[in-house]
C-alpha cells in the first residue's frame, strides 16, 4: 500500500501584506492589459482610423520616429495635457531598441491588437491623409 504523503502548509517567502500587495498589484495589471486591448481593437473598427497617418499626424519633422520630448510637445498642440513620466513611461515601454527613440515598427506595436482578425484589419489599411495634403491637426477629423 503507498505511503500517503502529509503536505505541509505553504510558507511564503515575504510576508503576508507584501504578498497581498503583489497580488492586488498583478491583477490590477491584467485588468489594465485587458482594457488596452478593448481600447486598441475599437480603434481598429475605426474605419478610417490608419497606423501610417496616425504616426505621420505625432511624427511633426518627418523623421521617421520621435521621442518622448517631442511627443509630450505634440500631446499638447492637440490639447492633450499628459503627465512627463507617463510620456516618457510609454517611450521607454515600445522602444524596442532602447535608443529613446519611437520607431514607425515600435509605434505600430503599441496600437496594433494582439487579436490576429483585428490586427490584420489595421495593418491592411492604407494611409489617406498624407496622401491628400491634409494637414496632420485635420487627420481623422470628420
Not at 497581498?20 to 492589459?33: A, G, P, R, S, Y
Not at 482610423?49 to 492637440?78: S, V
Request: aromatic share 12%.
Amino acid at each position: 500500500m503507498p505511503q500517503i504523503q502529509k503536505q505541509l502548509p505553504r510558507v511564503s517567502p515575504i510576508n503576508n501584506d507584501v504578498e497581498d500587495e503583489l497580488i492586488t498589484v498583478l491583477k490590477d495589471m491584467m485588468q489594465h492589459e485587458r482594457e488596452l486591448e478593448e481600447a486598441k481593437i475599437v480603434l481598429a473598427q475605426c474605419s478610417d482610423f490608419n497606423l501610417m497617418d496616425a504616426f505621420q499626424m505625432i511624427d511633426a519633422h518627418k523623421k521617421g520616429w520621435i521621442t518622448a520630448p517631442e511627443l509630450l510637445d505634440i500631446m499638447q498642440e492637440f490639447g492633450q495635457y499628459c503627465h512627463r513620466d507617463d510620456v516618457y513611461t510609454f517611450v521607454r515601454r515600445f522602444d524596442l531598441d532602447s535608443d529613446g527613440r519611437l520607431l514607425y515598427s515600435d509605434f505600430c506595436d503599441a496600437f496594433v491588437p494582439k487579436d490576429p482578425y483585428y490586427s490584420n484589419v489595421l495593418n491592411s489599411r492604407h494611409a489617406e491623409y498624407i496622401h491628400r495634403g491634409v494637414t496632420r491637426f485635420n487627420f481623422f477629423m470628420p
